[in-house]
């Protein structure tokens, strides 16, 4: 069920999206509905629904998805900061079930989040 997530999808290439990055363990595009002038998923190719079922074995793996993050931001010049998020489940406002973080970066933000 979860090979039939939107993300798979972009991984597999059956949906378009405007990729930036990508590698043999993950993949960056542009948000379809972006939050600020950068706002960019880094997505694993692993199937993880939830930050919540990520394991020991994904360890490093989430550390490359961090160090993703940094090369992009570099990439598009956020020298005064950006914003790393995770929303898990649904009441975090999760919509699809493909681990992912959002890279936003390029305005003000504020805290805490709504
Ligand atoms: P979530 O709310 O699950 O943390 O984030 C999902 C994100 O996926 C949202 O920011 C939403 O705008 C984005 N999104 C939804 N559908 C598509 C799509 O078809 N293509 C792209 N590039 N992003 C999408």
């Excluded at 005064?80 to 973080?101: F, I, K, S, W």
Aim: hydrophobic share 40%; glycine share 8%.
């Amino acid at each position: 069920m979860m090979k039939d997530n939107l993300f798979q999808k972009i991984i597999d290439k059956q949906v378009p999206a405007a990729i930036v990055y990508e590698d043999d363990r993950c993949l960056a595009f542009r948000d379809i509905n972006p939050q600020a002038p950068v706002h960019v998923l880094i997505i694993p190719r692993k199937v993880i629904p939830t930050h919540d079922q990520i394991g020991e074995e994904d360890s490093d793996l989430l550390g490359h998805l961090h160090l993703t993050a940094v090369r992009l931001a570099r990439q598009f010049g956020l020298k005064d900061g950006y914003r790393l998020v995770v929303n898990c489940g649904e009441q975090a406002g999760q919509t699809v079930p493909h681990l992912h973080m959002h890279l936003l970066g390029g305005r003000g933000m504020n805290w805490p989040p709504g």
